[in-house]
Structures are given as C-alpha cells and as structure tokens.
C-alpha cells in the first residue's frame, strides 16, 4: 500500500528564497529515489514563508529509506528546519 506525508512548513519572509531553494532541491533528488512516486512542494499562496509539500512513496520502508538519503539530511534536517518557525507532518495510508 502506497504511504503518504503531508508536511506544512512556515519560515520567516526573510528566510523564504534559502527554504524555497533547499525544498527544490530536494525535491529533484528525492524523485530519483526508487520508491518515490510523487514529491510536490507548495508554495501557500496567502501565507508569505508558506510551504505545503506532498509526497508519496511505494510503502513506509520507502519513505524511510528517503529519511536515510544524504540529500534528505543535507537540505532538509540541516538547511531547511532551523529555517522553520513551524512544522506540522501528517502521515497516511493511501487508499
């Protein structure tokens, strides 16, 4: 079964461009992961430092082998987080 992450990302308007740039980045390694089958990032239209993104995997060891990429902690835990002043992740089974 197919897993899902929903995550809603916010920074400062300030740190917008360098989270906007990191999640682009990202974006474009983790679609040559071999289990990903969607990664999309949003940018909120009527919050400035607003992010959405969706991504989707073949299954939960797909999405864990994404947490274990290099590109995952170098963009992600290590670029864009300390960015954040919020974070919010939702995981489901798609059905």
Same mark, same amino acid.
């Given at each position: 079964?197919? $897993? =899902?992450?929903?995550?809603?990302?916010?920074? /400062?308007?300030?740190?917008?461009?360098?989270?906007? /740039? =990191?999640?682009?980045?990202?974006?474009?390694?983790?679609?040559?992961?071999?289990?990903?089958? !969607? $990664? &999309?990032?949003?940018?909120?239209?009527?919050?400035? @430092? @607003?992010?959405?993104?969706?991504?989707? $995997? &073949?299954?939960?060891? @797909?999405? &864990?082998?994404? +947490?274990? =990429?290099?590109?995952? +902690?170098?963009?992600?835990?290590?670029?864009?987080?300390?960015?954040?002043?919020?974070? !919010?992740?939702?995981? =489901?089974?798609?059905?």
């Amino acid at each position: 079964m197919a $897993y =899902a992450v929903v995550a809603h990302y916010r920074c /400062a308007p300030a740190d917008e461009a360098a989270v906007r /740039a =990191a999640l682009l980045t990202a974006r474009e390694a983790t679609r040559a992961e071999p289990a990903n089958q !969607s $990664y &999309e990032v949003h940018a909120v239209a009527d919050q400035p @430092g @607003g992010f959405l993104l969706y991504e989707r $995997y &073949e299954d939960v060891a @797909g999405f &864990e082998a994404h +947490k274990a =990429a290099p590109h995952f +902690k170098e963009q992600i835990v290590e670029t864009v987080w300390p960015l954040l002043t919020e974070r !919010s992740v939702t995981f =489901a089974e798609v059905l």
